[in-house]
Structures are given as structure tokens and as C-alpha cells.
């Protein structure tokens, strides 16, 4: 089973930008879908950008032309370019990845993985108005 280990989480101004990077310890491209997810206190916890084993790339209408998801399989590394941060993006980010049996699926307005086999620990971001 893969590990996942996140990094590049802490504080940022409204309006300022964070890159998350995600290392895998296992070969990235054969997982059907990575993804980032986020839980901020007393919410459930939601994906925001997943990519799937084509490169295919799927994002919340909440981080839509704010966040850019990357994958690049000869590092194992997965990463979040988060721009134009607003305080609602405050929360804990995971990154998460599937197996041969996941999928990526988005829907009214919602991305996700299915069958996730691993997550990473999370790292917190903070953003301050």
C-alpha cells in the first residue's frame, strides 16, 4: 500500500498563494486517481482537485481558476498551486490516492476518488483576512 506525506501547509494572507506538494512511496502512475481533499473544523471533509491516471483534471466550483492540480510520476509527487486564498480556505489539506479499483468522479460542483486506499497525515492551512 502506497504512503502518502504532505508539506508546504502554513499561513497566508487573503489574496496570497501556498504550493502543497504530496510524496508517494510508491509509483504514482499507477494510481486511477490522486487527489486533494480538506477538512476545515466542524465540516466534513470534501475534495477540491483530483487528477485521474490520463492526467484528467477535476476541481470544486470552490477552488475552480484558484487552484491548480499536478502530478508528475517520475517523482511520485502530487502538488496544489492554491492562489487568490480567501479565509474559507482555512483547513486541514490531505492528499489521497487510489488503487487499481479507484476512479475519479465529479458532480455538481463536487470531485472525489472512489476505493481510496491511502491518505496522507494532512497539513494545515491558515489563511488570514
Known amino acids: 500500500q502506497v504512503q502518502l506525506g504532505e508539506s508546504g501547509g502554513g499561513s497566508a494572507q487573503a489574496g496570497g498563494s501556498l504550493r502543497l506538494s504530496c510524496v508517494a512511496s510508491?509509483?504514482?502512475?499507477?494510481?486511477?486517481?490522486m487527489g486533494w481533499f480538506r477538512q476545515a473544523p466542524g465540516k466534513e471533509r470534501e475534495g477540491i482537485a483530483v487528477?485521474?491516471?490520463?492526467?484528467?483534471?477535476y476541481y470544486a466550483d470552490s477552488v475552480k481558476g484558484r487552484f491548480a492540480i499536478s502530478k508528475e510520476n517520475a517523482n511520485n509527487t502530487l502538488s496544489l498551486q492554491m492562489n487568490s486564498l480567501k479565509p474559507e480556505d482555512t483547513a486541514t489539506y490531505y492528499c489521497?490516492?487510489?488503487?487499481?479499483?479507484?476512479?475519479?468522479?465529479?458532480?455538481?460542483?463536487?470531485?472525489?476518488?472512489?476505493?481510496?486506499?491511502?491518505w496522507g497525515p494532512g497539513t494545515l492551512v491558515t489563511v488570514s483576512s
Open positions: 489521497a490516492a487510489t488503487g487499481p479499483f479507484g476512479g475519479s468522479w465529479s458532480s455538481n460542483g463536487h470531485v472525489g476518488c472512489n476505493n481510496i486506499d491511502a
Open positions: 510508491g509509483d504514482t502512475a499507477s494510481n486511477y486517481c
Open positions: 487528477v485521474d491516471i490520463d492526467g484528467n483534471t
